[in-house]
């Protein structure tokens, strides 16, 4: 199948307006699920919220990626899950479809259930060119919280943990992350990570995967007990060792105008376009 959208990854490798860093990969997966905010539940989840972080929901609705269908320029009956798959990630689950062990949210996602985890793998990132050292990657992430009504644990999170992993062909290099103590009862919220991928050097082959760490990620995601956690804002990036006073900006250069998607608009008109002149990207209203 050809693809049909194009990388959410809008701002690879631009300065920031800060230009204190450089991004290669970013996503939020709110232009990703686009097509599909206004999915709703029916029967018992009707009405039911699909942001448990941001309601700070335990109840809330989640759907299987598989579940929320829509037409997509000319397709029928695309799903989150597809719509990722052809954008170049890699979920895992049967079929590549991570039916039942991904969830959706508007507009993240919701990795793990009771017996099984969820992996995410990043697209490829061309931009890191053939090879670039000094590379961080930074997600929001939040464990599963039992709901209050719940006949097991009410109110206690997951201990969840989170390993990035960097493949380069046959070689793999692993960065586990701590969890997180989070006291009984407490909010649901969104926790900041950054990890420097430290000696490793990236390429445009490399891939890059999100998921439990090995004592809670078994063969094709199966578990032996609850590690479920929320993931959102991913970022591939370079810290910048210029300020901001000693980048030059040629006012000369003539700017170029991307659309939302990331597409190359030549003739931009009304509407919101991403502008690029030099190292400067802004997001302007024309």
Not at 150 to 167: E, L, N, R, W, Y
Not at 267 to 273: L, R, V, W
Request: glycine share 8%; aromatic share 10%.
């Amino acid at each position: 199948m050809k693809k049909i959208l194009l990388s959410a990854a809008l701002a690879a490798f631009m300065f920031n307006a800060s230009a204190e860093e450089t991004v290669f990969f970013e996503s939020n997966f709110s232009e990703i699920f686009e097509p599909f905010k206004d999915f709703v539940g029916t029967g018992s989840n009707a009405g039911k919220s699909l942001d448990a972080v941001g309601d700070n929901d335990p109840g809330a609705y989640l759907p299987k990626m598989t579940t929320p269908k829509a037409t997509i320029n000319g397709v029928a009956n695309m799903t989150p899950a597809k719509v990722m798959t052809e954008l170049g990630w890699d979920l895992i689950g049967p079929k590549n479809d991570a039916d039942g062990y991904i969830n959706f949210q508007k507009f993240y996602l919701k990795m793990g259930t009771t017996t099984k985890q969820g992996s995410v793998t990043l697209p490829k990132i061309p931009e890191l060119g053939e090879g670039t050292e000094n590379v961080w990657i930074s997600y929001d992430w939040c464990p599963w919280k039992q709901g209050e009504t719940s006949k097991t644990d009410p109110g206690k999170f997951d201990d969840a943990q989170v390993v990035i992993i960097v493949k380069n062909g046959d070689s793999e290099v692993q960065f586990p992350q701590p969890g997180l103590s989070i006291p009984t009862g407490s909010d649901l919220k969104w926790h900041k990570v950054n990890v420097e991928l430290k000696g490793v050097k990236l390429d445009k082959e490399s891939r890059i995967t999100i998921r439990n760490i090995d004592q809670q990620f078994g063969e094709n995601g199966t578990t032996n007990g609850w590690y479920r956690y929320f993931l959102n804002n991913i970022k591939v990036y370079k810290e910048n060792s210029s300020s901001v006073n000693e980048i030059e900006i040629n006012d000369n250069i003539e700017p170029q105008y991307f659309n939302l998607q990331g597409v190359k608009i030549s003739n931009p008109e009304k509407g919101i376009y991403i502008r690029v002149t030099g190292n400067k990207a802004e997001k302007i209203v024309l």
